[in-house]
């Protein structure tokens, strides 16, 4: 079986990992924590970096130290996965559902435009499978309106819009270190701002709303939503490889591309824009069928997220009517593309596609 995706850990991980639990360091307290979150932010460009348990809690604790509470609107895509929505309703405020754009799968800046209310504080805008969303212009459109810009690049380590990575628009970028993101910690995230006191907020919230003054004072109800030196080991030797694993994971989209042209809609750099091409994807209407294809022929595929407005703890929440993402949603899917993916095993899943594809044109499926 060929999977969709499989981290590369080596002895660089080991060695890493192995010199944190020597030190005696493994929690929150070691100071490979730090070290990853200095290297991390110096990779992206920003400031300051605060990392979490998961992608989840760098999320939560953004849309927290923003001041996001009951009532509050915040703007989401239709088309995520699941956490920026749920972090907002983890603070009672509302998420504002909005289609995504056809050509890069992101928030359509239009339609986001149009959902602002004098009650909407931050809009959350998710770099989907890789690609750059249109980030300028809703930086503009925040800054315009007074309100915030929050980056999930879960997706998107190292994706660049107008020259410049991701990560660097919002005032805080969330990233995840899960095992099938670009880089992993395992569990792991961080929250990247520029603004001192965003980051000092953070922190705070991030260990259990304790001042940093005076020792179980609480000045605030907080989280322990901590790394451990474990987690951080892991990134800093991971950190290392980053760049490899984007170059390879950008050849392999080139394969797929190159090899798929005019036999599914495949995914491709967006305007402005460098994908980084997390999973990569393809559009086909076909998806249910050539998925079961595949699987049958030892090659796990994934599909696209479900709209979120039409699943039950969201539905309340749909605002209006929502094509792009329903659509892509019926056809969207994710082959694998995972750095050590060999050229022989693109062949054989591109040969495989081919090979459904012409069957279903000559009418036998
Ligand atoms: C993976 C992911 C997250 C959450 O990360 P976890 O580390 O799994 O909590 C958030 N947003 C998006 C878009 C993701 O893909």
Redesign the pocket.
């Known amino acids: 079986m060929i999977p969709v995706y499989k981290p590369e850990i080596g002895k660089e991980e080991e060695e890493e990992v192995l010199k944190v639990i020597r030190s005696g360091w493994i929690s929150s307290a070691s100071p490979a924590v730090r070290e990853f979150e200095e290297k991390f932010s110096a990779y992206i460009g920003r400031k300051y970096g605060v990392a979490t348990s ?6 939560h604790l953004a849309v927290t130290a923003l001041g996001i509470k009951e009532g509050d609107e915040v703007i989401v895509p239709d088309l ?2 699941i ?2 929505v749920n972090v907002v309703l983890y603070n009672r405020a509302i998420p504002v559902i909005v289609d995504v754009e056809e050509e890069n799968w992101g928030l359509d800046p239009e339609k986001v435009r149009k959902a602002i209310t004098n009650k909407t504080k931050a809009i959350i805008v ?3 499978y890789g690609n750059p969303a249109k980030v300028s212009e809703l930086k503009e459109i925040a800054e315009e309106k007074g309100i915030y810009l929050i980056e ?1 690049c ?2 998107a380590h190292g994706a660049e819009y107008e020259g410049k990575k991701v990560g660097n628009f919002g005032d805080i970028a ?1 990233f ?3 095992a099938n ?1 670009v880089i992993t910690t395992g ?3 961080m929250c990247l701002t520029d603004d001192e006191g965003l980051y000092e907020k953070m922190q705070i919230l991030r260990d259990h709303g304790m001042t940093k003054e005076k020792r179980y004072w609480h000045e605030v109800v907080g989280y322990n939503y901590r790394m451990t030196g474990l987690q951080a080991a892991l990134g800093l030797a991971q950190l290392k490889k980053i760049d490899k694993f984007i170059e390879r994971k950008r050849e392999i989209a080139r394969l797929y591309q190159e090899l798929l042209e005019g036999v599914v809609t495949v995914q491709r750099d967006p305007p402005n824009g460098k994908s980084i091409f997390w999973l990569f994807s393809i559009l086909t209407e076909k998806r249910d069928e050539l998925a079961e294809y595949l699987a049958k022929n030892g090659v796990e595929t994934r599909k696209f997220f479900y709209p979120v407005h039409e699943m039950p703890p969201y539905v309340e929440f749909t605002k209006s009517s929502y094509p792009i993402s329903k659509k892509l949603s019926r056809i969207g899917m994710n082959l694998p593309s995972y750095p050590s993916l060999g050229a022989d095993d693109i062949k054989y899943i591109i040969g495989k596609i081919n090979e459904f594809v012409k069957g279903n044109k000559d009418g036998n499926h």
């Not at 998961?54 to 999320?59: P, Q, V």
């Open positions: 998961n992608g989840t809690t760098a999320l995520t996965f956490s920026p998710v770099h989907l999930d879960a997706e969330c995840s270190f899960y993101k569990e792991g995230g």
